[in-house]
């Protein structure tokens, strides 16, 4: 069974970072893309962050970049995300996920599966 | 302001066929393929559909989907009433060199 466990996440101030990490199981990480993908409370769904299986491509959105940077250890199946320079607007469930598709085409990737979150608040 | 675009409701009775859309662009939606993802409330997202209209193993043949120019619907007959959840859309954005997600649609069993 492929398992996907997010950590990491806690009460920050504004201004201060976090380290999220994504452990998995059941896959070996190397052979995937992985996401980051975030849930402001009682909002939709927002892309966060995506990076290749050889971390040679890795794209950021808009609101994030500068500010955030995606990692992966394969050797221990394990993905990250850095946070930095954290806002209130950055206060949301974390969520990372496999990327699944085209080889060499993370563009085409969908996400299967998803780990169950973990909530950042960043608050004074 | 989400830049794929979903009615943020829908619903029907137990039984019935209800159809989701999902209006992007050109630089989305038009060029690239549509997923959706199903979240249950107080769970995390599962993927639906892929590649426009395939379906996971598991997911029942009563969910579907399709894309047609700048739009993508997920369909659903037979609603029943765990069928209650989020469902959201989400596509590659070639401009934005990311992924971009629906607003997200509530579907209500009435």
Redesign the interface.
Known sequence: EIQLVESGGGLVKPGGSLRLSCAVSGITLRTYDM?W?RQAPGK????VS?ISTGSSYI????SVKGRFTISRDNARNSLYLQMNSLRAEDTAVY?CARG??VEAAI???????????TLVTVSS | QSVLTQPPSASGTPGQRVTIFCSGSSSNVGTNTVNWYQQLPGSAPKLLIYNNNQRPSGVPDRFSGSKSGTSASLAISGLQSEDEADYYCAAWDDNLSGWVFGGGSKLTVL
């Open positions: 996401h993908v939709g769904l927002e892309w995506s794209y950021y959105a808009d969520y699944v598709g563009y085409l990737n969908w996400f299967d599966p998803w780990g169950q979150g």
